[in-house]
């Protein structure tokens, strides 16, 4: 479709090009999602193109703040325990169904149906007593305890269409599944693309969006570009506009390129982290998970790898997370290959085998490595095989690597059968995913890699959740960091999550979420003639 011409826009003695309305945009990314209902999808990266199509009842500002989306007001009672919301009038599911406090109710209540549910915004939601439906425009959530990070869940929970709940299409996500969002999903084709198209009716953009009303692009389609080579040749032959996930070696092509524009931030949740299994295996003894973080010389992987593209992890979250990341942690622990063997040492494995592992009674000392191919973004492939070769050279470790299914992984994570799962995750929630990975399994610890029981963190998280000071909370996060890091090696950061984002120069209104710092939906972008 050709595109009309722009007009020039006076802004004092500037002149702005106003958008153009139309078009249509490609997107080439790296991750498809294992599931297009967002309650169910767990990846960070399939929040692009999800958020197109579903929306939440607040927005986030730069500072962690909030702003009207679905909801255009919201209170918080004395005790901490109600929350209240007042939604909007005017908005409708793109099946037509009208958003009211009902609805809004449905989707918590679903939320606590283990049936159901498996994201960890069920987490947030295990401390809903009641949903309640006061009226059409407001909302009552009461919990069984105050619990700090709540207004950050709920506000960040994608809300569905009720009939989508009696969908065929619930579990695999499809056009049935109907939210708010500026565009809808027209097709899905697996494992090459998902299109969506403008929804005209849209009119409910939250406050710090570029614009109000419908989205200024006719359509977008996402296509599915897994290896970083592939997604950077079409970009730079033009046959996708815009792309996500430049590799280190690849970042240089973009950067001060009049044809292009590159962008890059840093994530917030945790970073990139190796979580050692303390239940089974070699890792069960804390001498050989410090002599992991000892063994392994994360600067100079990082630099290897992302040819100085990505920041160098610490803490248990990234320093996106401006209100409880303890920046103390840094440079108080790191490469020491001979604390490590001395570790190992003291650990009974002090012989070595004819390819020069160390062993133990004749027994390899072997850690497995369980990655899901899901998540294997990011030249993570690489990054281990680096981590790989500097455990064995420098104090005899063997981690193997097994590159796993969604099912395999799991089947592998509910059983823990692994030494170690590498994983990141994004979220939108200050500090909360802490709770997510070092709580109990069966306490709300959905992704508790280390399958830490410690009582010390329980404590800790319990006291850091029955507070609203966040002073205190960053103290508490502090101490549980030094403890799962300096004294018990539960896991050793690699590098901070960092999205990148490469354009056409004819691409405009491209950026990133606020907050989360992921890149942002297609609703803000237009293309220049």
Do not use: C
Request: net charge neutral; charged share 20%.
């Amino acid at each position: 479709m050709a595109l009309a011409a722009a007009a020039p826009v006076r802004v004092g003695a500037q002149t702005k090009t106003a958008p153009v309305k139309g078009g249509a945009l490609t997107w080439g990314v790296e991750t498809e999602p294992n599931t297009l209902n967002p309650h169910l999808n767990g990846q960070a990266k399939a929040k692009l193109i999800l958020r197109n199509a579903y929306e939440t009842l607040l927005a986030r500002t730069p500072d962690g703040g909030y702003v009207p989306w679905l909801a255009k007001d919201y209170a918080i009672s004395e005790d901490g325990r109600t929350y209240t919301f007042t939604l909007r009038d005017d908005v409708t599911f793109h099946d037509g169904e009208k958003l009211d406090a009902a609805a809004v109710a449905l989707n918590f209540a679903k939320l606590k149906e283990p049936t159901y549910s498996g994201s960890i915004s069920a987490g947030h939601v295990s401390h809903v007593t009641e949903a309640i439906a006061v009226d059409a425009r407001t909302l009552v959530l009461r919990l069984s305890r105050v619990y700090a990070p709540f207004l950050d869940g709920a506000a960040g929970i994608e809300i569905l269409s009720p009939k989508s709940f009696a969908s065929a299409q619930l579990k695999a996500g499809g056009p049935e599944i109907a939210g708010t969002g500026p565009f809808r999903i027209e097709r899905y084709v697996k494992g090459q693309e998902i299109r969506f198209v403008r929804n005209p009716a849209y009119n409910w953009a939250p406050a710090n969006a570029g614009h109000q009303g419908p989205a200024y692009l006719d359509n977008v389609t996402y296509r599915f570009l897994p290896e970083a080579a592939v997604r950077t040749g079409a970009l730079s032959s033009g046959q996708v506009d815009v792309i996500e996930g430049i590799s280190g070696n690849d970042a240089g092509l973009f950067k001060d390129n009049p044809e292009f524009t590159y962008q890059s931030a840093l994530n917030t949740g945790t970073p990139y982290t190796l979580y050692l299994n303390v239940a089974q295996g070699p890792s069960e003894d804390v001498r050989v998970r410090q002599a992991v973080l000892a063994a392994v010389d994360v600067e100079r992987v990082i630099r290897s790898v992302y040819r100085g593209e990505r920041q160098r992890a610490w803490g248990i979250l990234t320093p996106a997370d401006t209100d409880f990341y303890d920046r103390s942690i840094e440079g108080s622990y790191g490469f020491d290959p001979k604390r490590a063997n001395q570790l190992l040492d003291e650990a009974g494995w002090n012989s070595r085998d004819a390819e020069g592992f160390r062993t133990k009674n004749g027994k390899r000392l072997t850690i497995e490595i369980v990655q899901s191919q899901a998540t294997l973004r990011d030249q993570r492939d690489i990054l281990l095989q680096a981590v790989q070769a500097q455990a064995r050279q420098n104090a005899g470790l063997d981690l193997v690597l097994r590159y796993v299914d969604a099912g395999t992984y799991t089947t592998r994570q509910n059983d823990g059968q692994y030494g170690i799962i590498p994983n990141s995750t994004t979220t939108q929630e200050n500090g909360v995913t802490i709770y997510f990975h070092y709580l109990p399994r069966d306490k709300g610890g959905s992704i508790n890699y280390s399958r830490t029981e410690a009582p010390e963190i329980s404590a800790w998280l319990d006291e850091a959740a029955s507070t609203l000071d966040a002073k205190k909370r960053f103290e508490i996060y502090g101490r549980l960091q030094r403890f799962t890091l300096l004294e018990q090696a539960y896991g050793l950061p690699l590098y901070v999550p960092d999205d990148q984002i490469a354009a056409s120069a004819r691409v405009k209104g491209v950026g990133f979420r606020p907050f989360k710092r992921l890149p942002e939906n297609a609703y803000d972008i237009w293309l220049q003639s």
